[in-house]
């Protein structure tokens, strides 16, 4: 079915950005931090509101409706309009008739290590706001008509700013990001050319991730444009192009949630998810741990992530359209190993078979009630995450003509410690490696080992997917019980649904033997996208979207199912 490009989205649920793009135009400006006006934001040095968009009319703000598509967004008044789009990656076009445009310095002023310094151009009709924040400079240059410019060479707290349009008639402007110096602005076409390039590469991407899209699957365009916009070019730490969670303040590459994002490409886009796939583990460190995320100025390495990528590496194997050669899967092996190796040698206890965590962020769940009575814990999904990937580099040695029988050895070792250890004949539960104390079992978090599907016994897989379905409300998987003692409906992993715990319970459901529930669960998960949107997660009982409105792993997350339930459905028939 053909879909128009010019999908319509709500700007202040999502950035208008495109794919590349360091920069966006958004209300959101930092953590939990929204604007009432529109605002160019750039992604380099963290999240900066730089410049306040600001529609006027005779030098009073006005109010507009704005409208926003992947390739052109448009403040609309009675008395006029204005639109902007993007000429490349670092440079907006913005033109207006009717109203002006002031583009206002967006921090509270002048000092010498902190805020904007605005100045004009030497020998040229342009205006450079220069930023402390970003470290970069923003020019702002004339195409059609004129600028005024208030604050010029000014320090101190003192309002800085640039006024296209004032005097009423139809006006053009360029605003570029760069570093220290660029070449003057010239045009390499119209304003509608831009805009006609912004929604054919759109359309192009759209058609690549999600062909099988019909009415049956109403979230696919907008999935796809979470995942467009938040998408950036290589710089600074991130040598790949890169997806990052958001353009809001979750402005980063975690190393679990870049492993679904390369699942919802793959089909469509084989090389750009195995860059994806890959981006986090370019700094594995000397343990062979990759970073809890890497961004355009900083890899950290405080917390790690769980490893899911050897079901993540099989799964998107099955969905490429071609296998990967060689030369990829030595690599991919090598890094696996590492990945695998930083688990058994460095997160053991001496005596114990299984591996910690030292903290909930390194499980991906940073508050779940696992963690409440210890915080340094032999968790069951890290155990059941770590025997899967030990099998996934079982089968790469075969493949690769290597000696596997470290990984059989270990992952049955593993296997058995799991059952032994941590299965209490009921349900999975953490132990402190230190005192013995096990932890609640009342997280949707204890259940995830239905990700090593048939390595379980089938009493063991049966009674997890009894527990599962009491976690299932109207919209999918709670990490906590509606109405029980730890739920909370805005608490982050007490309660919300989460994309990344859905597509794993779904997926370890549909391998253990219980597709009906696996489809229930899909089913539940889409709809609740359809309706609500691509949050960070959503309430378990309303099912409104919570936190940051605009997440590309929820995204990614309904592609990946929609387009597997697609592909069930084509079977059938």
């Known amino acids: 079915m053909h879909f128009p490009s010019d999908h319509r989205f709500d700007v202040n649920e999502i950035p208008f950005s495109v794919r590349g793009s360091w920069l966006d135009v958004s209300p959101v400006v930092a953590l939990h931090t929204r604007r009432d006006d529109l605002h160019l934001v750039s992604h380099q040095n963290g999240i900066h509101g730089v410049l306040a968009l600001v529609p006027e009319i005779g030098g009073d703000r006005v109010e507009t409706d704005i409208v926003a598509t992947p390739s052109v967004l448009a403040w609309g008044h ?72 208030d604050g010029n060479e000014a320090l101190g707290a003192r309002a800085r700013s640039v006024l296209a349009g004032a005097d009423g008639r139809a006006w053009e402007i360029a605003v570029e990001e760069f570093t220290a110096a660029h070449a003057p602005f010239v045009a390499s076409g119209t304003f509608d050319e831009a805009v006609g390039r912004n929604a054919a590469a759109f359309e192009e991407y759209l058609n690549a991730l999600a062909p099988w899209r019909s009415e049956r699957t109403p ?64 700094y594995q460190d000397d343990a062979g741990a990759p970073p809890d995320s890497v961004t355009h100025s900083e890899v950290l390495y405080n917390y790690v992530k769980p490893p899911i990528h050897g079901w993540a590496l099989a799964k998107l194997r099955e969905r490429m359209p071609r296998p990967l050669d060689r030369e990829q899967l030595l690599d991919l092996y090598y890094r696996l190993t590492r990945w695998s190796l930083f688990w058994l040698d460095y997160r053991r206890v001496d005596g114990h078979d299984l591996p910690y965590y030292q903290h909930g962020n390194d499980s991906g769940w940073d508050n779940s009630t696992t963690f409440d009575n210890d915080r340094v814990i032999e968790a069951p999904d890290l155990a059941a995450f770590l025997i899967v990937q030990l099998d996934v580099l079982t089968e790469l040695a075969g493949e690769l003509g290597l000696d596997s029988a470290r990984w059989t050895t270990e992952s049955e070792r593993l296997r058995a410690a799991l059952l032994a250890t941590l299965w209490s004949g009921e349900d999975f539960v953490a132990i402190s490696p230190s005192s013995g104390r096990r932890s ?134």
């Open 219 to 282: 979230g696919a365009a907008l999935a796809a444009y979470v995942l467009w916009s938040a998408t950036v070019s290589p710089l600074g730490y991130l040598d790949r192009e890169s997806i990052l969670m958001s353009k809001h303040w979750m402005d980063k590459v975690w190393s679990w949630d870049h492993a679904f994002n390369a699942l919802a490409l793959a089909p469509g886009l084989p090389e750009v998810a195995l860059d994806q796939f890959l981006a986090p583990f370019d």
């Open 440 to 573: 609640t079992a009342t997280s949707l978090l204890n259940l995830l080992p239905i990700i090593a599907g048939e390595r379980l016994p089938l009493e063991v897989r049966e009674k997890l997917a009894k527990h599962i379905e009491r976690h299932l409300t109207e919209f999918g998987p709670a990490t906590e019980i509606p109405g029980t003692e730890h739920y909370e409906p805005d608490g982050y992993w007490r309660g919300p649904i989460w994309a990344p715990s859905t597509v794993l319970i779904e997926s370890g459901l549909r391998s253990s033997g219980f597709v009906e529930l696996a489809d229930t669960v899909s089913e539940r998960f889409r709809a609740l996208c359809e309706k609500s949107g691509f949050a960070e997660n959503f309430d378990a009982v309303s099912g409104a979207g919570l936190r940051d409105r605009a997440y590309s792993w929820t995204a990614s997350s309904y592609l990946l199912l929609a387009g597997e339930a697609e592909s069930r459905r084509e079977q059938a028939s």
């Open 78 to 149: 009675e008395r006029g309009r204005i639109e902007v789009t993007f000429d490349d990656t670092s440079t907006l076009r913005v033109r207006g008739t009717g109203l002006a445009l002031r583009l206002a310095d967006a921090t509270a002023g002048l000092t010498p290590f902190t805020g904007t310094y605005l100045f004009t151009e030497p020998g040229s009709s342009s205006a450079v706001f220069t930023s402390y924040e970003t470290g970069r400079r923003y020019r702002v240059t004339p195409i059609t008509g004129s600028l005024t410019v």
